[in-house]
């Protein structure tokens, strides 16, 4: 039976083909043990280079690896910023009409929220970052009022560094810790800006002075940051071709480098001190030299507040008005006249204390950040500025072609920051509501001519309308206590004989008599101008209370300026 069964699956199964030689293996691959090799060989050697190298090369591999961090913060804060601009203004608020309370509650809390990203991101990557943060509080009249409000934390309260890092930095420079330089030196930073922070300390004879120390790792991430920022200004070109700001990197970034260096911004301060010493309501603190170096700056301790401290000035029995008047006095004289321009006076570098002669003294920081502009540019812009504010189109034309400029009118309101209305008047008093949103109109819809005007400017002009417009915005911050135009057109037209009257020589009675009678000339087109803007408002006042004009809010604006 078993032998019939196993006949039956004999024949039901088909013939097993023949066997052939064994099938050949397949090689071992190498890329495997190769990788397992190098890792395992690499691993041990990096640490072994990590542990042995100096402390300077290890930070050097960290900041790297911290620069893909840096980009990626940024890239993800503007992702997030336009996004969140998409949804509200697509999305959350569609269907409310323009204009309307519910529409800019919604904005403004959109506006909130940028700014608070992108105060985080500043802070966060530090340094130029911070520097740019700064640099948009100065255009509080084009920004929703959200953005200046918000990163103004970065003119002095920046992040700050610990004890740790400031005396590993004092080793590698002054082979001493701070404690061992100064009779007494305090850790607490007093102010943390985009570069460094300052500190109180004595010298061993007991002087108080302040030490500005440079963020330890801020020289060797520069290079990387700079080249981020230009990636991050291609992508944005990519995606917005008429924001092509890559240019203005690249014109700036020597400029910028030259501010890591402690020991050209003492020179810079002391230069500053020789130029305005016939200015005898501001101080710059004397640098003390042997306890300078690249990356540490020590200057007398002076005492005073914030110039857009209101409460502060006033608290000193000291007057807005005094305080306005003498910043735009001493920035004129740089821009009009010496041509050697502090180039980042924000808040936070000018402090306000009482002086000898019980009023407002001015004290001059952090000058790092310098430009210097031409004397033949000088003299363009000086003749500039009066014919703006006499309205003399003519010499407006003229004047900004010697500086490369063909849209004059364009370059004029940009170089005023306001409209140039019809008669001299209009630049009087601050800006009204109307002039606010012409500015910030002006700024989104023709920012390519825009960009076209300060691109055919000299490169110096760049930091100088820095200078002038963060000027105006602490003027404005003050309540705009003091008519900042007229005041610069004076200095302007003084600058202005005072250059012509040295290139002749021997000519000391001729350049005063030219002085007298330019100034004379310009004052008395100034007084005609004021009795006939305040003649035409008291006529207006006279209508409205007769009756025979209503007496609208837009009047109300136009009276009050």
Not at 237 to 258: I, N, S, Y
Request: include cysteine; proline fraction near 5%; hydrophobic fraction near 45%.
């Amino acid at each position: 039976m078993g032998l019939r069964r196993a006949v039956q699956l004999c024949r039901l199964r088909p013939p097993a083909p023949p066997r052939g030689p064994p099938a050949p293996r397949p090689p071992v691959g190498l890329l495997r043990p190769a990788l397992v090799g190098l890792v395992g060989l690499g691993v041990p050697l990096a640490t072994a280079w990590y542990l042995r190298a100096e402390r300077r090369e290890r930070r050097r591999l960290w900041l790297l690896l911290d620069g893909v961090g840096r980009f990626g913060r940024s890239l993800a804060v503007g992702i997030h910023i336009s996004l969140d601009y998409w949804w509200t203004a697509n999305v959350a608020l569609r269907g409310l009409e323009e204009g309307s309370p519910a529409r800019a509650a919604g904005m403004a809390r959109c506006h909130q929220r940028a700014a608070e990203r992108l105060l985080r991101g500043a802070l966060r990557n530090g340094g130029l970052y911070v520097k740019l943060g700064q640099g948009l509080c100065a255009f509080n009249h084009l920004l929703p009022p959200e953005y200046p409000a918000t990163l103004r934390r970065l003119e002095d309260r920046a992040l700050r560094r610990g004890y740790r890092e400031v005396d590993e930095l004092f080793l590698e420079d002054f082979q001493t810790t701070a404690a061992g330089l100064f009779q007494e030196f305090d850790y607490e930073p007093v102010a943390a800006a985009s570069l460094a922070q300052v500190h109180r300390a004595r010298l061993q004879d007991g002087t108080p002075v302040a030490v500005k120390v440079q963020y330890i790792d801020l020289r060797d991430r520069f290079e990387g940051d700079i080249r981020t920022l230009e990636l991050l200004l291609r992508i944005v070109e990519f995606m917005h071709p008429d924001f092509a700001l890559g240019w203005v990197l690249q014109e700036l970034k020597g400029t910028l480098a030259r501010e890591l260096d402690f020991e050209n911004e003492g020179r810079n301060a002391e230069r500053c001190a020789r130029d305005l010493r016939h200015c005898g309501y501001v101080v710059v603190p004397r640098v003390h030299w042997d306890k300078c170096s690249k990356r540490v700056l020590t200057a007398d301790f002076c005492e005073g507040c914030k110039i857009t401290n209101v409460e502060g000035i006033r608290s000193q029995g000291l007057g807005l008005r005094d305080a306005a008047d003498k910043l735009i006095r001493v920035f004129a004289e740089q821009i009009f006249y010496t041509g050697f321009i502090h180039a980042d006076p924000h808040p936070g570098n000018v402090l306000v204390r009482r002086g000898p002669d019980g009023k407002a003294q001015l004290v001059l920081l952090d000058h790092g950040l310098y430009e210097f502009l031409s004397e033949r540019d000088r003299a363009a812009l000086c003749q500039l500025w009066r014919a703006i504010v006499l309205r003399d189109d003519a010499a407006m034309k003229r004047r900004a072609a010697e500086l490369g400029v063909e849209d004059y009118f364009l370059f004029c309101e940009i170089l005023m920051q306001r409209p140039l209305g019809a008669g001299r008047g209009a630049l009087a008093g601050a800006l009204t509501r109307e002039q606010r949103a012409y500015m910030q109109e002006m700024a989104a819809q023709r920012f390519p001519r825009i960009l076209g005007v300060l691109r055919a400017l000299p490169r110096p002009m760049l930091l100088v309308f820095r200078n002038i417009n963060t000027v105006r915005s602490i003027n404005a911050a003050l309540g705009a206590p003091v008519d900042r135009y007229f005041l610069m057109a004076r200095s302007a037209v003084r600058s202005w004989s005072r250059l012509s009257g040295e290139r002749a020589a021997g000519a000391r009675v001729w350049r005063w008599l030219r002085v007298a009678w330019e100034s004379l000339k310009f004052e008395v087109a100034l007084r005609l101008d004021c009795v006939a803007v305040k003649l035409t408002a008291s006529l207006l006042r006279c209508l409205a209370s007769w009756g025979l004009l209503p007496h609208g809010e837009r009047l109300g604006q136009h009276l009050r300026a």
